[in-house]
């Protein structure tokens, strides 16, 4: 097939800024380099690194980009907004769109993917006779969604990253396709590893210390505060300390806002016992986790499937979650022990520390499940969007 992917508008492809989407689209591109499978026309915001990558030479992978970024593009971006003030998305997202369409509609292609952008499908369906399918990473198609019943409608379908995600388009009770096709992880990079320079001593902690690790961005959505706030209630625990890992947004992460001040300041006051290292390359991210004992994923919303719990079991790790949303399933087989968000998270999360390093031996042993490798997440990819072929 002929495949137009457009991407969110956000983050570039190859995922040079990083991005859970993104490093998931880069996965399935370099399925496809490799097998040959489809030609696919990738649609992306543009950043002066992606030249950097191989990828970008393929010859079934070709990369056409949107500088969404220059003084031009965003007074035409602001101006776009001012004309069309009752668009979809932000008018950033839908500039983004109208630029790629531009480009999109000189070519024909037996299928559009949308990723993450359910709600491109409205202009569209109103302008190409072209299958349109989305790609589903977040809780976006919902029964509280706007426009919700025109959204399913305007998608011939949509691959969910989860049960969880595809259980909550179906609840909108409209006929539809919905399938799942689970996130893959690279095993690869995913294993033990010893850095030279990413080292409990460099980082002030010690080999005796049971060390709890957080990864993912510092917002408070995320639960980080009732973390810390747990390492607080363990103050008299002198070797349960926590190595909190990332930043609020990406490569885009700032050092100082009110929220991030704060965590800082109860960091502060523990004296040692909670280190913050900022936003790192996800490239470095098993470096850090082999530092640690367990992993906490104490999400405070549904989350769509868990790629923090993924990777921590990857590497070995026993996890603390909350047990909402598509969390759950990437637990499943694994040592770990689920707790209620709409509890007390602190006091959970304090007495779930203190079990699996009283009973480390019982929580040792967890591996990739093979369900979330990148190859049968691609493999799978590609099975479901051929469902879409009509030639």
Do not use: W
Not at 15 to 31: H, K, M, P, S, T
Not at 151 to 179: D, H, M, Q, W
Not at 255 to 280: A, C, I
Request: proline share 5%; hydrophobic share 35%; charged share 20%.
């Amino acid at each position: 097939m002929k495949i137009a992917i457009l991407t969110s508008g956000i983050l570039p492809v190859p995922a040079v800024q990083g991005g859970a989407a993104e490093n998931l689209i880069d996965f399935y591109l370099a399925y496809n380099d490799l097998h040959h499978l489809h030609d696919i026309t990738i649609y992306s915001v543009y950043h002066p690194d992606v030249k950097k990558r191989p990828a970008t030479q393929s010859s079934v992978n070709h990369y056409i980009y949107i500088n969404r970024h220059s003084l031009f593009a965003r007074l035409r971006a602001k101006c776009h907004g001012l004309m069309h003030n009752n668009e979809y998305y932000h008018y950033q997202l839908e500039y983004f769109f109208e630029r790629a369409y531009q480009k999109l509609k000189k070519q024909h292609f037996d299928l559009i993917v949308l990723e993450n952008r359910p709600g491109y499908a409205f202009k569209l369906k109103n302008r190409l006779n072209t299958p349109i399918i989305s790609h589903i990473h977040t809780d976006l198609v919902n029964p509280e969604t706007p426009q919700v019943e025109n959204l399913i409608k305007t998608n011939e379908g949509f691959i969910c990253v989860s049960e969880y995600i595809k259980s909550r388009i179906v609840s909108v009770g409209l006929p539809t396709k919905a399938s799942v096709v689970y996130n893959g992880l690279d095993q690869q990079r995913f294993k033990p590893q010893v850095s030279a320079t990413i080292n409990r001593p460099s980082m002030g902690f010690s080999a005796n210390d049971f060390l709890v690790i957080y990864t993912g961005r510092i917002v408070p959505k995320k639960g980080v505060k009732e973390l810390v706030q747990a390492i607080q209630l363990l103050q008299d625990e002198p070797n349960i300390k926590l190595l909190v890992v990332g930043g609020n947004n990406y490569g885009d992460s700032v050092s100082s806002n009110p929220y991030l001040d704060e965590l800082h300041e109860m960091g502060r006051q523990m004296k040692g016992k909670v280190l913050f290292t900022g936003f790192v390359p996800y490239e470095q991210l098993p470096s850090y986790l082999c530092l640690a004992n367990v992993a906490v994923v104490p999400s405070r919303i549904n989350e769509a499937l868990g790629m923090s719990a993924i990777e921590a079991t990857a590497m070995g790790l026993p996890v603390i979650a909350t047990n909402d949303g598509g969390i759950p399933e990437t637990l499943e087989g694994q040592k770990h022990i689920l707790i209620d968000k709409d509890g007390d998270m602190p006091q959970q999360i304090a007495e779930a520390i203190l079990q699996i390093k009283e009973h480390d031996v019982d929580f040792k042993g967890n591996q990739l499940n093979p369900h979330f490798t990148k190859e049968v997440y691609a493999e799978t990819f590609f099975k479901e969007i051929e469902r879409y072929d009509i030639r």
